[in-house]
């Protein structure tokens, strides 16, 4: 079992839509949590670290559920430029940084 | 501010050539960390350094070999290609306040990525 799990995808939704997909960790002694974008052929970027109270920017939220070991990412009001890749990563020290491989998200017109 | 720079872009070996992937950071980063991302797939650790003169293994480190001779630098070097290190590579650099304590700030930045092929 990978130490972080996402689904795939494709999530394929239209414009202005609400979506959300989840990513799961196996360690507890994972300690921090991010959101990565990565757009195709491109380096990731970070769109935002997660915490225990959950967080919002903009039209992104994000939730940490540390009992069930779990990270979620919301996405509302989907434009057509959300479409890209998002990394799950799972953080338990300096070296131990895991990237989960990705959901591909495509937002159609 | 340039951030992380990676070069070349692109680079096609030959099985058994040797090559350096060159990254440089100016944004005084103590740890650098060398990833390779193979399509479809996440991106899996090949070597990390938390600060000059010190390096370590990460998750796949066979056939790789890295320096840290100064804060800016952390070349990657291949010895002998082969085929299953087609893929593409990522340096990626950030700063702890708290080296080998708990992470305190994980925000990595990455160069632009190298797109390997050995044939």
């Known amino acids: 079992r990978k130490e972080v799990e996402q689904d795939p995808g494709p999530f394929n939704v239209p414009e202005g839509a609400t979506v959300a997909f989840n990513c799961t960790y196996s360690?507890?002694?994972?300690?921090?949590f991010f959101w990565y974008r990565q757009d195709c052929r491109k380096e990731p970027k970070l769109l935002m670290s997660v915490y225990s109270s959950g967080n919002e920017d903009g039209r992104f939220t994000a939730q940490l559920n540390r009992a069930s070991q779990y990270i979620s990412l919301l996405i509302r009001d989907s434009k057509l430029s959300d479409s890209a890749t998002y990394l799950c990563?799972?953080?338990?020290?300096?070296?131990?940084?895991?990237f989960g491989s990705g959901t591909r998200l495509s937002i159609r017109p | 501010n340039a951030g992380v720079t990676q070069t070349p872009k692109f680079r096609i070996l030959k099985i058994g050539q040797s090559m350096t992937l060159q990254c440089a950071q100016d944004?005084?980063?103590?740890?650098m960390y060398w990833y390779r991302q193979d399509p479809g797939m996440g991106l899996k650790l090949i070597y990390y350094s938390v600060g000059a003169g010190i390096t370590d293994k990460g998750e796949v480190p066979n056939g790789y070999n890295v320096s840290r001779s100064t804060t800016e630098d952390f070349p990657l070097r291949l010895e002998l290609a082969a085929p299953s290190q087609t893929s593409v590579y990522f340096c990626?650099?950030?700063?702890?306040?708290?080296?080998?304590?708990?992470?305190?700030?994980?925000?990595?930045?990455f160069g632009s990525g190298t797109q390997l092929s050995v044939l």
């Open positions: 944004m005084n980063h103590n740890y």
């Open positions: 360690n507890s002694a994972s300690q921090s």
């Open positions: 990563v799972v953080t338990r020290s300096a070296s131990k940084i895991i």
């Open positions: 990626a650099s950030s700063y702890l306040v708290t080296p080998g304590a708990r992470i305190s700030n994980e925000k990595l930045f």
